[in-house]
């Protein structure tokens, strides 16, 4: 079973992401968002064949707790070649896995056309930044290539805590400490209690889960640091109110003077397939906490943000339905797409029509 061999060959396609593995089944990818059956690898995986392949990209200890858990989540590196999010889960008595390829150079933001205002939000020196969006919308990827601008540009101490680790950070202007919950720290909320005795300047929480989480996130960000983090939100106003609605009513209007106060901005995100079909490009939302956006959000009047952001772009603002309408006009979706993934597919109709 030459599970290396097959891992180097699905990375040489440049528009594979993803790659599954499950009994009975020949290898599954996704290229450009869609599924579809790796035709360069025929063989049909039996129950051996994958109990083997965990066995080989598993340590001990993970192996030992697949077996109690029946899941993992983990990384996996082919040297010289590239890194994998590996997600290893029992189903129907069989075992099955996810593969995520993780490229072994980190992105810059230029280099994943994303807009120049996320370089001004990385290089803020206290404050929350949040990369909301749903999975596999390429949020831990704009949050690399975010703290790749602050190694590059500040002298700081960055402290990562992630599940698993992705992609790995080198010391350049700054020091580069990355943890990952389940081997380095026991909880997201276990390491970011820590990261604050720690001595960093720059922390990123790989995922906010609870409202232990969410907490101590907020007070690092209040006490002087700058916070990166991810949601699992489609929006700016959803992810404000996904935050305050974690926490008990009585609460809920400390929690909203709380995050006013710290907010420096919210990018929400998708992964678009580009019109030629090489690859995919990231469809864009961009709140910044400007003194209106803090004053609504301390009122509890989310519902206005987006008319906020309509009106925000000297700030840096962007609202997802004007940049979706943009990638069509640069050529990069197809207005198919940009109709599908809006929330007001008539809006795009009428802005394609106006501008075209």
Known sequence: MDIIGLLKSVVEDANISDLHLTVNSQAVVR???VLRAYEQYSHKFTFADLIEICRYLMDEDQWKTFQEQGELDFSYSVPGFSR???????QRG???LALRIIPTEIPTIDDLGLPEILKKMAVQRRGLVLCTGPTGSGKSTTLASMINEINQERKCHILTLEDPIEYLHQHNNSIVHQREVGIDTRSFAAGLRAA???DPDVILVGEMRDLETISIALESAETGHLVLATLHTTDAPKTVDRIIDVFPAHQQQQVRIQLSSVLNGIIAQQLLPRADMEGMVAGLEVLIGTPA?????REGKSSQLESI???G????MIVMNNYLISLYEKGLISMETAVRRSTNPE???KGITRFG
Not at 293 to 297: H, K, S
Request: proline residues 0%; aromatic residues 12%; glycine residues 6%.
């Open 94 to 96: 069989a075992v099955s």
């Open 196 to 198: 604050l005795r720690q």
């Open 347 to 349: 809006y795009i109709k």
């Open 309 to 311: 952001m309509q009106t």
């Open 313 to 316: 772009a000297k700030y840096g």
């Open 293 to 297: 956006v803090r004053n609504i959000i």
């Open 31 to 33: 290229t450009t968002g």
């Open 84 to 90: 994998f999010r590996v997600n290893a889960y029992r």
